[in-house]
């Protein structure tokens, strides 16, 4: 693993605008940046053209590497599902790596994959579905009915570590699963479904890296901060940085 590969995300500090959370996770070391296009007030407006947000990214010296498309619906099927593709086409834009292609339901998931592809196949990105505690994607079970049903290598995954730890779900076990299916990794440590500072919790975050490590994975991991006390959410994410940059130099 390498330092280069750790992202953050936004979901750290939700009600933080693009601006500040920019130049707060900036001074904290980070460089890449996961982008949502709703819930968080630092969301991108993918109607508008990219170039204001790339200009952002240079000020703040911040790469946007991963993408949360926005969900598709199964009762606005075509206008919903034409929503994502024009938010993956601006991903794409600003160079983003990782697109999230989400939907409201596991049918949707399915039926919608295959005209979502056949539609940004020419796209520079790498569309993955993603497991979030409460979701329809909530489970390993749930992870696997969609990826069997969309049965196509041109959608991957995204091992999301904490919420698989919310559910009960080790993530050795999901890790074996997905297999190089794997393009992206969410890392928190928690202690149940909380999240608490790195090295505090349940989830052995080393065992994790050497495992990927091991599994030949360069993508990013995405670093998240849920915890209790927000107000301390940027202190921790600070150490979140160190906790990584020390593991990464153990291995050199």
Avoid at 51 to 80: E, N, R, W
Avoid at 122 to 141: E, F
Wanted: proline fraction near 3%.
């Amino acid at each position: 693993m390498k330092i280069e590969q750790v992202a953050v995300s936004p979901c750290s500090n939700p009600e933080m605008g693009l601006d500040d959370v920019l130049s707060a996770y900036a001074s904290l070391g980070y460089k890449h940046f996961e982008v949502f296009t709703s819930w968080t007030n630092s969301a991108f407006d993918y109607h508008t053209y990219p170039q204001a947000y790339l200009k952002k990214g240079q000020q703040y010296s911040m790469v946007f590497t991963s993408f949360h498309l926005p969900s598709i619906t199964a009762d606005c099927l075509t206008d919903s599902l034409q929503e994502a593709i024009t938010a993956a086409r601006f991903a794409e834009a600003m160079g983003v790596e990782i697109v999230l292609y989400k939907a409201h339901d596991r049918a949707t998931y399915i039926n919608a994959a295959p005209a979502f592809l056949n539609a940004i196949e020419d796209l520079r990105v790498i569309p993955v579905i993603q497991n979030h505690y409460g979701s329809a994607l909530s489970t390993l079970d749930d992870m696997k009915s969609v990826f069997e049903g969309i049965g196509d290598p041109r959608m991957r995954t995204l091992l999301e570590v904490g919420h698989f730890h919310s559910v009960g779900v080790d993530w050795r076990k999901a890790a074996e699963y997905l297999g190089d299916s794997v393009a992206l990794v969410h890392i928190k440590d928690q202690i149940g479904q909380q999240s608490v500072p790195f090295g505090q919790g349940e989830i052995d975050l080393h065992a994790l890296f050497q495992s990927m490590d091991e599994n030949g994975f360069e993508g990013r991991y995405v670093i998240e901060m849920e915890v209790r006390d927000k107000e301390n959410t940027l202190a921790y994410l600070a150490d979140a940085h160190k906790y990584v940059l020390d593991y990464c130099e153990e291995g050199t």
